[in-house]
């Protein structure tokens, strides 16, 4: 089974390598063109005639000026497409690092070990990308906090029907909707609430299990984001409801450590007293 984990680690090794060297290029990319638009608004300046030249001095000033506006407009396009392949490049290493986390807690679950021990996944790409040169400043994605994030066209309606078939009981069609949610829009500031809600409609078809697993999804792509204490709570609550009672303590014990004054830290610790944790 540790092979095949290794295994699984190794095929991704490509892509993550490949993305920390794509997220490279672009900020070379990106400060190349902060470079370029200077010189060429110098150039620009330089080209400007006063009107004390002939014509044809003028003549030949405007047709440079109209190659220096083609060029400049050429320029914002590139940029442009700079900032959407960075963007798309940055979601999905959102997504690849909460599928990692499900492999994460699939491999301990089937050895049979402690899943409250699993700590926060590293990002898809780790340190590496760290010493990439800095790029010239732009609008930075918001927290995982809400749903701030900029959105795709139609996420906002995917994830409302999917919510709405959840609160109309279709649970089936609720944990399906949530989870081709995931696998259309990844990275989304959405993922967390989707993969949460996922397990509530799992829980109440009684997949426990596959609850559970959703649950962890959720708390490992947002641990410190606005549902991230009831993503933890529903993960001890459900390692409780598969006999994993050991297992199911310490995970309730860290959602009073980690979210003090919480509606779910004072669940987690009734839950706990049920299951006659110490």
């Given amino acids: 089974m540790r092979f095949a984990f290794i295994f699984a680690v190794v095929l991704g090794a490509v892509p993550l390598a490949a993305t920390a060297q794509d997220a490279q290029t672009l900020a070379d990319i990106r400060q190349e063109l902060t470079v370029l638009n200077t010189e060429m608004t110098k150039l620009k300046r330089e080209l400007s005639t006063t ?8 003549l030949a000033a405007g047709s440079v000026l109209d190659r220096v506006a083609t060029m400049e407009s050429e320029l914002a396009r590139v940029t ?24 994460e807690f699939r491999l301990v679950e089937l050895e049979g070990g402690d899943i409250s021990a699993l700590g926060e996944t590293q990002t898809l790409g780790g340190e590496g990308q760290a010493s990439a040169p800095a790029p010239t400043p732009a609008p930075e994605p918001a927290p995982q906090t809400g749903t701030t994030q900029q959105l795709a066209v139609g996420e906002q309606d995917d994830f409302a029907r999917a919510q709405e ?74 390692l409780g409801a598969l ?18 004054g919480t509606p779910f830290a004072d669940q987690a610790l009734a839950e706990r007293q049920l299951l006659g944790c110490s």
């Fill in 243 to 260: 006999g994993q009672t050991e297992e199911a303590c310490v995970t309730l014990g860290e959602v009073p450590g980690r979210f003090p």
């Fill in 165 to 238: 078939a959840l609160a109309s009981g279709d649970f089936r069609t609720a944990a399906d909707q949530f989870a081709a949610f995931n696998q259309t829009y990844p990275g989304s500031p959405l993922a967390a609430d989707a993969d949460l809600r996922r397990g509530d409609a799992l829980r109440e078809m009684g997949d426990t299990r596959e609850a559970a697993r959703a649950y962890l999804a959720s708390f490992g792509t947002a641990p410190t984001g606005e549902n991230a204490p009831e993503a933890l709570f529903r993960l001890g609550a459900a």
């Fill in 51 to 58: 009107g004390t030249a002939g014509a044809d001095s003028q």
């Fill in 80 to 103: 442009a497409k700079t900032e959407e392949l960075e963007y798309r490049i940055n979601r999905i290493v959102d997504d690849g690092t909460r599928r990692i986390a499900d492999l």
